[in-house]
């Protein structure tokens, strides 16, 4: 659910935070949940291996087998040039895939950018390379060191295996204990993980052929519901599944005291819906609000 | 992503304005061109190709994030329409974090680092330099006293593999044999390469496990330097110390330089967070983070120098004076850039 909705409803998500622009208009924004991004985490190191797979299988069909320029010790110009390329693919994927999706526009790697996350500056401001670049260097202790540590059975050597365990743990584990699920690259760099979903924008709801006439409601029966009923309302007719047209406006007639002929379902909330928000948005300009049924 | 290919370039007028029976809706069907069109600039600007933008549009971007940031407020207040309403809170934040997202380009930022940057950032923690400093200089005299008092410590320091026939007692034609060139340049390039992405990560490990107070970055530290003591040791028991210093001299005073910037920035973090002074804890780290990172992406393009220096001149230059006069006027131009480089006026704060 939408922080807005939350917000407006007054039952703020635990991940909700606002956001003041220099307009002064109050933002609202969503924390990105700490699951969210160790799946968009997850995603960016299968691109990452995927990446040097299809590196490596592309130098092999290039006809340059490098474990024979490795032992024959003797490697011509090319074989040297493609050496190096590889260590310089590796190192970059290592280091450069972070920094350079984070430093463009959308600010979030592909990983991210698949699960609705970007990377925003803490206090508002404008995200600059330098946070980029300090939030990503210390990514190295974060992410790859404890990586290679599993990876390379680093358990197996005792008590400083251990000691190097625990002292790991706290980086994987540092953003679990901080409300805004920071990690310490985020601490270092002043930044923050937010949601940035894009949303369509969709057909306005009152296009629907006026109604006013065959329907008509009066103040009693329109004051029975508030704001929320009437988003609920807007999310069944926007999603027009016609068993629940049927069970929610059996809902509203039993409630208003209406009976209503088969097959007149969706005409009748698309009046209702008409008239109850044209009902609470005149509240509304007059400075009354109705949250839902039971204010 | 894929609708957008086949997605009409005109923003088509809303239907009949009048036929909504809504106030709210009215409100919204007379403003939703605008919206259309900031949403189109938006999302150029987020795919990176802000050339896809007419003139026309880019000149009017203020005034339709304005437009679009204030139907928000009124629709707040006068509309329910809860996916109007979910539509442009998202639309404002988008453009919101590209109007005010960075305003430098790659290259902008890489000429103001060049040019002042990176060496204000390098002198603001001199301290900490200072104090990577000392602690090199204690690790590599206590490596050199450790092994001179028992040489089982030199084992005990260097991994076997690194050593390579440089051990205690070594007859100094193999220690002569190890500082001289290899030759030809073959393979020197896939040699400065490796060398560059060893280095670098050993810098980004110093700089990012100084998050814990700065002590494991001293650590780190004070065992490279050890190291490099006990090596220093070995070569001048065989009489070959001014050698040894030449041969590491050519690449050492930019890759120890470089190391030591890691180190002190890393430091810069743990030292801030220790101690933060009067500001609350995690904006002065920011800041000191933001400072050391500046100090980090300049250590990678010492390690790439470094790296060329080390694969290319030392094993292409033989004789001890030439090493030096390199390693020298290496040492003299980072000084110098670092000490000598204002950034010049900003214009706007």
């Given at each position: 659910?939408?922080a807005?909705?939350?917000?407006?409803?007054?039952?703020?998500?635990?991940?909700?935070?606002?956001?003041?622009t220099?307009?002064?208009?109050?933002?609202?924004?969503?924390?990105g949940?700490?699951?969210?991004?160790a799946?968009?985490?997850?995603?960016?190191?299968?691109?990452?291996?995927?990446?040097?797979?299809?590196?490596?299988?592309?130098?092999?069909?290039?006809?340059?087998?490098?474990?024979?320029?490795?032992?024959?010790?003797?490697?011509?110009?090319?074989a040297?040039?493609?050496?190096?390329?590889?260590?310089?693919?590796?190192?970059?994927a290592?280091?450069?895939?972070?920094?350079?999706?984070?430093?463009?526009?959308?600010?979030?790697?592909?990983?991210?950018?698949?699960?609705?996350?970007?990377v925003a500056?803490?206090?508002?401001?404008?995200?600059?390379?330098?946070?980029?670049?300090?939030?990503?260097?210390?990514?190295?202790?974060?992410?790859?060191?404890?990586?290679?540590?599993?990876?390379?059975?680093?358990e197996?050597?005792?008590?400083a295996?251990?000691?190097a365990?625990?002292?790991?743990?706290?980086?994987?584990?540092?953003?679990?204990?901080?409300k805004?699920?920071?990690?310490?690259?985020?601490?270092?760099?002043?930044?923050?993980?937010?949601?940035?979903?894009?949303?369509?924008?969709?057909?306005?709801?009152?296009?629907?052929?006026?109604?006013?006439?065959?329907?008509?409601?009066?103040?009693?029966?329109?004051?029975?519901?508030?704001?929320?009923?009437l988003?609920?309302?807007?999310?069944?007719?926007?999603?027009?599944?016609?068993?629940a047209?049927r069970?929610?406006?059996?809902?509203?007639?039993?409630k208003?005291?209406?009976?209503?002929?088969?097959?007149?379902?969706?005409?009748?909330?698309?009046?209702?819906?008409?008239?109850l928000?044209?009902?609470?948005e005149?509240?509304?300009?007059f400075?009354?609000?109705?949250?839902?049924?039971?204010? | 992503?894929?609708?957008?290919l086949?997605?009409?370039?005109?923003?088509?007028?809303?239907?009949?304005?009048?036929?909504?029976?809504l106030?709210?809706?009215?409100?919204?069907?007379?403003?939703?061109?605008?919206?259309?069109?900031?949403?189109?600039?938006?999302?150029?600007?987020?795919?990176?190709?802000?050339?896809?933008?007419?003139?026309?549009?880019?000149?009017?971007?203020?005034?339709?994030?304005?437009?679009?940031?204030?139907?928000?407020?009124?629709?707040?207040?006068?509309?329910?329409?809860?996916?109007?309403?979910?539509y442009?809170?998202?639309?404002v934040?988008?453009?919101?974090?590209?109007?005010?997202?960075?305003?430098?380009?790659?290259?902008?930022?890489l000429?103001?680092?060049?040019?002042g940057?990176?060496?204000?950032?390098?002198?603001?923690?001199?301290?900490?330099?200072?104090?990577?400093f000392?602690?090199?200089?204690?690790?590599?005299?206590?490596?050199?006293?450790?092994?001179?008092r028992?040489?089982?410590?030199?084992?005990?320091?260097?991994?076997?593999?690194?050593?390579?026939?440089?051990?205690?007692?070594?007859?100094?034609?193999v220690?002569?044999e190890?500082?001289g060139?290899?030759?030809?340049?073959?393979?020197?390039?896939?040699?400065a390469?490796?060398?560059?992405?060893n280095?670098?990560?050993?810098?980004?490990?110093?700089?990012?496990?100084?998050?814990?107070?700065?002590?494991?970055?001293?650590?780190?530290?004070?065992?490279?330097?050890?190291?490099?003591g006990?090596?220093?040791?070995v070569?001048?028991?065989?009489?070959?110390?001014?050698e040894?210093?030449?041969?590491?001299?050519?690449?050492?005073?930019?890759?120890?330089?470089?190391?030591?910037?890691?180190?002190?920035?890393?430091?810069?973090?743990?030292?801030?967070?220790?101690?933060?002074?009067?500001?609350?804890?995690?904006?002065?780290?920011?800041?000191?983070?933001?400072?050391?990172?500046?100090?980090?992406a300049?250590?990678?393009?010492?390690?790439?120098?470094?790296?060329?220096?080390?694969?290319?001149?030392?094993q292409?230059?033989?004789?001890?004076?030439?090493?030096?006069?390199?390693?020298?006027?290496m040492?003299?131009?980072?000084?110098?850039?670092?000490?000598a480089v204002?950034?010049?006026?900003?214009?706007?704060?």
């Open positions: 659910m939408s807005a909705m939350n917000f407006m409803r007054g039952e703020p998500d635990k991940r909700d935070r606002m956001l003041v220099p307009e002064g208009l109050a933002l609202p924004l969503t924390v949940s700490r699951g969210a991004r799946g968009a985490l997850m995603l960016d190191i299968i691109f990452i291996v995927l990446g040097i797979i299809v590196f490596f299988i592309v130098m092999g069909l290039l006809g340059f087998s490098l474990i024979d320029v490795g032992e024959s010790g003797g490697a011509g110009p090319i040297e040039f493609l050496i190096i390329l590889v260590i310089l693919f590796l190192f970059l290592r280091y450069g895939y972070f920094l350079w999706f984070e430093l463009g526009p959308r600010g979030a790697t592909p990983g991210k950018r698949l699960l609705g996350l970007r500056a803490r206090d508002g401001g404008q995200l600059t390379a330098e946070m980029v670049i300090a939030r990503n260097l210390v990514r190295d202790v974060e992410v790859f060191l404890p990586l290679f540590f599993l990876l390379g059975g680093g197996d050597q005792g008590v295996g251990l000691a365990f625990i002292w790991l743990a706290i980086f994987v584990l540092f953003p679990f204990f901080n805004d699920a920071l990690r310490a690259g985020d601490v270092v760099a002043g930044t923050w993980v937010v949601e940035a979903k894009a949303a369509k924008l969709k057909e306005a709801m009152s296009l629907a052929p006026d109604r006013s006439r065959d329907y008509q409601f009066g103040e009693a029966e329109l004051s029975v519901y508030g704001e929320h009923e988003q609920v309302l807007e999310t069944v007719l926007r999603q027009d599944q016609p068993e047209l069970d929610v406006a059996e809902a509203i007639t039993g208003i005291g209406w009976r209503l002929g088969q097959g007149d379902e969706r005409e009748f909330l698309e009046a209702f819906y008409a008239a928000r044209a009902h609470l005149s509240g509304m300009r400075g009354k609000r109705k949250r839902d049924k039971f204010s | 992503m894929a609708l957008s086949f997605r009409k370039n005109e923003i088509e007028p809303p239907a009949d304005i009048e036929a909504a029976s106030r709210s809706d009215k409100f919204r069907l007379e403003r939703e061109v605008d919206w259309q069109r900031l949403d189109q600039i938006v999302t150029a600007l987020e795919k990176g190709r802000p050339k896809r933008i007419s003139d026309d549009d880019l000149l009017n971007l203020p005034v339709l994030y304005r437009k679009t940031a204030s139907s928000l407020a009124v629709a707040r207040e006068t509309s329910l329409d809860a996916s109007t309403l979910d442009l809170e998202a639309l934040r988008r453009a919101w974090f590209q109007i005010y997202g960075p305003r430098v380009g790659f290259f902008g930022w000429k103001r680092f060049f040019l940057g990176w060496s204000g950032a390098i002198r603001a923690i001199w301290l900490d330099i200072c104090i990577a000392a602690v090199m200089v204690a690790g590599t005299i206590v490596g050199w006293l450790l092994v001179a028992d040489q089982e410590w030199f084992y005990a320091l260097v991994p076997g593999g690194m050593a390579g026939g440089r051990v205690p007692g070594a007859p100094r034609e220690l002569e190890t500082l060139h290899q030759g030809g340049a073959d393979g020197l390039g896939v040699f390469a490796s060398l560059f992405s280095n670098t990560g050993v810098a980004i490990m110093a700089f990012a496990l100084g998050f814990a107070f700065g002590i494991p970055t001293l650590l780190l530290l004070v065992y490279n330097m050890a190291l490099l006990a090596m220093l040791w070569f001048d028991d065989a009489g070959l110390g001014t040894f210093a030449a041969w590491l001299s050519v690449h050492g005073t930019t890759e120890l330089g470089a190391i030591m910037l890691a180190g002190a920035a890393g430091m810069h973090v743990g030292r801030t967070m220790a101690f933060p002074g009067d500001r609350s804890i995690l904006s002065a780290m920011q800041s000191a983070g933001v400072r050391a990172a500046q100090v980090m300049g250590c990678t393009i010492m390690l790439i120098v470094a790296g060329l220096l080390e694969g290319y001149a030392r292409l230059v033989d004789g001890t004076g030439a090493r030096f006069a390199i390693g020298g006027t040492l003299v131009l980072w000084t110098l850039y670092f000490l204002r950034s010049p006026k900003e214009r706007e704060a």
